[in-house]
Every structure is written in C-alpha cells, then in structure tokens.
T-cell receptor
Framework: TQLLEQSPQFLSIQEGENLTVYCNSS?????LQWYRQEPGEGPVLLVT?????EVKKLKRLTFQFGDARKDSSLHITAAQTGDTGLYLC????????????????FGQGTILTVHP | DTEVTQTPKHLVMGMTNKKSLKCEQH?????MYWYKQKAKKPPELMFV???????INESVPSRFSPECPNSSLLNLHLHALQPEDSALYLC????????????FGPGTRLTVT
C-alpha cells in the first residue's frame, strides 16, 4: 500500500506571507499531482510533475518533485486571500499492473486560510 | 473540451429512493473513476473503469452500482442508501489508468435523509 504523508494539515497565515506544503512517501510514484479544492467543488489540477528533480512554476506557486520521485513540495510566495482552500497532493502508481493500477494515492490535505 | 461534467450538482434522496449520478467527458480519456469525499478529507476511490470495463471495486457496498455505457459516460446508480453515504461524489477521468493526465468533475453533493 502506497502512503503519502502531507504536512502541515492546517495553515493559517496573513496575506503576503510565504508558505510551503510537503508530501512525503517511502514509495516511488510515476507522477505527482497537486490540486486545489474549494468547498463543495471538485479538485482542480494545478500541476503534474513527472521527472525526478523537476521544478515547475505557476505564477506565485513553485512545485518540486524529489530526485527519487518519492516526495514533493508546493511553495506559495506572497499568499493572497484567493489562495485559501484545500490543497491535495496525489501520486500516480509506478508501473502498470498489480493492485495499484489506476489508483491515485492522496495525501490527507492541507487546509490553507489566508487572512487579509 | 477539457472538462468532466457531472449531474446533478445537488441531490437529496430518502433511504428508499433510487437515483443515478451521471458523469461525462469528451477528452478521449479511457479510464474513468468514481470517488467519494467527506468534508475536508481527501477523495476515496470507489470504482475504476478501464476501457469501459470495471477494473477496480474498492469493496463498495452493493447499494452503489456503477455503469459505463460508453467511453464518454459513467453512471452511479444509488439504491437504499444510508445517511452516512451523504458526501460529495466526484467523477474523474484520465488518459488511461497509468496516464498522468487526470481531470476531476465538480462533484454531486448528495444528502441522504
């Protein structure tokens, strides 16, 4: 069974501050996705990282995939109130076949609140 | 078209009702999924359809019955649900079960009374 440990679980910060969310595992993933979700809505895919060591930037968001493809981080610079939401990381299984075929492993989520 | 659509957006049903949730995608994705999500928790996988065949059933109670009429449509038939089944039901699709292009629908908020 693949597990993704996501931290912190809760984050409450002021507008303008920086923050980092981490996802760690002892398992290797073929890719790792980051989602943002607002209450009552479906998760919206922010980015997919595929290559070990990869860094992707999306405006104020920076995503990293660990060299061994076991961990990832999301860094937000100068947070805004619109960044408030539930952030989820999800790993896609490495290799086809077996019981993990087709299953995303989700972290427990980080509830981010950005105060004005 | 790069989205997954779900209907209805909200559903309230009694424990003796029969209802269906619908999901549609036109991205040519060959894997489709049903997830259940409780508030502030990650989605939990229920079913996976791969090339229109049920490939994973995560020991879901038989009161939930999935159906994949074709490669673009996915249904979830509901019968004799319990109040604890109230949740956000999410449909997702991907290029294939190992593909990394995933998309989630907006969900159906289900309340069982």
């Amino acid at each position: 069974t693949q597990l993704l440990e996501q931290s912190p679980q809760f984050l409450s910060i002021q507008e303008g501050e920086n923050l980092t969310v981490y996802c760690n595992s002892s398992s290797v993933f073929s890719s790792l996705q980051w989602y943002r979700q607002e209450p009552g809505e479906g998760p919206v895919l922010l980015v997919t990282v595929v290559t070990g060591g990869e860094v992707k930037k999306l405006k104020r968001l920076t995503f990293q995939f660990g060299d061994a493809r076991k961990d990832s981080s999301l860094h937000i610079t100068a947070a805004q109130t619109g960044d408030t939401g539930l952030y989820l990381c999800a790993g896609a299984p490495s290799g086809a076949g077996g019981t993990s075929y087709g299953k995303l492993t989700f972290g427990q989520g980080t509830i981010l609140t950005v105060h004005p | 078209d790069t989205e997954v659509t779900q209907t209805p957006k909200h559903l309230v049903m009694g424990m003796t009702n029969k209802k269906s949730l619908k999901c549609e995608q036109h991205m040519g994705h060959r894997a489709m999924y049903w997830y259940k999500q409780k508030a502030k928790k990650p989605p939990e996988l229920m079913f996976v359809y791969s090339y229109e065949k049920l490939s994973i059933n995560e020991s879901v109670p038989s009161r939930f019955s999935p159906e994949c009429p074709n490669s673009s449509l996915l249904n979830l038939h509901l019968h004799a649900l319990q109040p604890e089944d109230s949740a956000l039901y999410l449909c997702a699709s991907s290029q294939d079960p190992t593909g990394y292009l995933w998309a989630f629908g907006p969900g159906t908020r289900l309340t069982v009374t």
